[in-house]
């Protein structure tokens, strides 16, 4: 078989070497024997101000760099997205519908419990949607439909069973029953001048405590189980927009900064929030929530498409998923909720899903 050669001749630049949508250089054929190849010529070559001599050298030269940077790219690649731990998601199935086949609507919201309660906030229907998901088996999704709550955007449920919603377009916290039912408000009791606060997110601990993310006076509100006020902590100074907040097993309050793309921390008996970490603008885009789980620090990179791992000391750790529509990729995300078991829920708004993943380790 004769040897394939790359041919660089401006004989070749017609208008056939631009893309219709860039006029950008595209695939040239060169013929060797019964052999073609696609050689890219940059733009300088094709305009033909340079001679076919000094084109030559500069398209090898152009060759060699690009190989160079693919091998390094290929070798690096499993150190950007994995940290020391190596840790994957491993898709498992998503949720497109209810028990009657309705289907979810740029849902927001999801959250689970340790036994196999998993529960939904199905922003664009007004509701919230009801599953079981136990040895990787999903039943369930009856709906959970109730006039004092409408564009369910965060879910949480405590150890009771008691479901809690936030709903977007009234900025309340709702309390259900376990059965559904309503059950009361979450106004927070007792709580100090000034007792308004718009909440934008919230948080509750393995003890029940509820944890505010009030973006009115710019605090984060501590309320005891049945809802009444216990503390505050002011936000730190020097911080952007806070999207979401997280508390650890150990008591530790993480704030996640999505304009400078930072978290802050607050141990358990603290009154004041510290920087975790420096900008990670490297690793993610817009991070809008945050949880934690057996010491990993999981971020929802909204705009990228993709979940952000860090170190209990707040490194970087890895990156998994991406932006797209297929299963197992995610189109502008919102929520996630990680069990004990490894199973991590994520509400995949754009595509009106809730997609469900292991981790492997």
Same mark, same amino acid.
């Given at each position: ?155 949480? *449920?405590?150890?009771?069973?008691? @479901?809690?919603? &936030? +709903?977007?377009?009234?900025? %309340?916290?709702?309390? /259900? $029953? #376990?059965? !559904? ?22 948080? *509750?601990?393995?003890?029940?405590? @509820?944890?505010? &993310? +009030?973006?009115?006076?710019? %605090?984060?509100?501590? /309320? $005891? #189980?049945? !809802? ?42 603290? $009154? ?90």
């Amino acid at each position: 078989m004769a040897e394939a050669k790359i041919v660089h001749s401006v004989s070749y630049h017609n208008k056939t070497c631009y893309s219709r949508e860039s006029r950008n250089p595209g695939a040239v054929p060169a013929k060797a024997g019964n052999q073609y190849l696609k050689v890219w010529i940059p733009p300088y070559q094709v305009r033909g101000k340079l001679s076919p001599a000094r084109n030559d050298k500069l398209c090898k030269t152009f060759v060699v760099a690009y190989r160079i940077m693919l091998a390094f790219s290929i070798f690096l690649a499993p150190l950007n997205s994995f940290g020391a731990e190596t840790i994957k998601f491993r898709y498992l199935q998503s949720i497109y519908f209810d028990d009657k086949g309705g289907g979810l609507k740029q849902s927001e919201g999801v959250a689970c419990d340790e036994k196999s309660l998993l529960i939904v906030g199905d922003t664009g229907n007004d509701r919230l949607v009801r599953y079981t998901f136990q040895d990787k088996d999903l039943k369930g999704g009856n709906e959970i439909k109730i006039p004092q709550l409408s564009n369910p955007i965060r879910v949480q *449920i405590n150890s009771k069973g008691e @479901i809690f919603a &936030l +709903d977007g377009k009234k900025r %309340r916290i709702i309390r /259900l $029953n #376990p059965d !559904g039912t309503f059950k009361d408000y979450v106004d927070g009791e007792g709580i100090p001048s000034p007792s308004t606060f718009v909440p934008k997110s919230f948080k *509750i601990d393995r003890n029940n405590n @509820i944890y505010i &993310l +009030d973006i009115f006076t710019g %605090r984060v509100l501590v /309320l $005891n #189980p049945e !809802g009444k006020y216990q503390k505050q902590i002011p936000f730190p100074n020097d911080h952007g927009f806070f999207s979401d907040l997280s508390v650890d097993s150990r008591g530790i309050i993480l704030l996640i900064d999505c304009v400078k793309a930072m978290i802050f921390s607050a141990a358990k008996d603290s $009154n004041s929030f510290s920087a975790l970490t420096k900008s990670l603008r490297e690793y993610v885009d817009f991070p809008t929530s945050i949880t934690n789980s057996k010491g990993t620090i999981y971020i929802v990179d909204e705009d990228g498409g993709s979940i952000i791992l860090l170190r209990g000391d707040g490194t970087f750790a890895g990156r998994q998923l991406g932006k797209g529509r297929s299963e197992g990729l995610l189109y502008f995300p919102s929520q996630i909720s990680v069990n004990e078991k490894g199973e991590i829920f994520i509400a995949d708004r754009s595509n009106s899903r809730v997609q469900i993943f292991t981790l492997v380790k």
